[in-house]
């Protein structure tokens, strides 16, 4: 059923990824399914860009990727091939650009008890549910 399982983490904050993994993982090893890692890269933004160099941008994502490649082989439990995918712009919106990148049938990802601002804002779990091509399930912590 399942073939491309993406999971969406923040590196920097395990309840991102840590009762999240565990499921992403038991269902890649059930269904003989690849795992896609997607995290978002830090961006400096327009406003500021002007203090920072030139590439910083691109510093950010190619730190991110090495970050992502040393969590991958610290995290995920052997005998699961994994791609990984980095992102730089809004969190919501890079998640379901690497769903449909990697061809995802289903996405993986955490979320916490809503705060006041999530439900004025939405939180990036609620705008991956409502828009992603695929199936998406939301792990709480």
Same mark, same amino acid.
């Given at each position: *059923?399942f073939k491309?399982?993406l999971i969406a983490i923040d590196?920097?904050?395990p309840?991102s990824w ?9 269902i890649c090893?059930d269904?003989s399914?690849?795992?896609h ?5 830090? #961006?400096?933004?327009v406003?500021?860009a002007?203090?920072f160099p ?6 950010l994502?190619?730190?991110t990727a090495?970050?992502l ?7 995920v439990?052997?005998?699961? #091939?994994v791609?990984?995918?980095?992102g730089q712009?809004?969190?919501?919106? #890079?998640?379901?650009?690497?769903? #449909? ?7 993986v990802?955490a979320?916490?008890k809503?705060?006041a601002?999530d ?5 990036n ?11 998406v *399930?939301?792990?709480?912590?």
């Amino acid at each position: *059923m399942f073939k491309n399982v993406l999971i969406a983490i923040d590196i920097t904050a395990p309840a991102s990824w840590a009762r999240s993994l565990p499921v992403a993982a038991q269902i890649c090893k059930d269904w003989s399914a690849r795992l896609h890692v997607v995290t978002v890269a830090a #961006e400096v933004n327009v406003q500021v860009a002007s203090f920072f160099p030139q590439d910083a941008n691109a510093r950010l994502l190619e730190q991110t990727a090495a970050d992502l490649r040393r969590w991958i082989g610290e995290h995920v439990p052997a005998g699961i #091939e994994v791609h990984q995918i980095v992102g730089q712009g809004s969190i919501h919106r #890079e998640i379901i650009a690497a769903a #449909e990148k990697a061809n995802a049938d289903l996405v993986v990802m955490a979320s916490h008890k809503p705060t006041a601002s999530d439900y004025l804002l939405g939180t990036n779990a609620a705008h991956v549910v409502r828009h992603a091509a695929c199936s998406v *399930m939301v792990v709480r912590n």
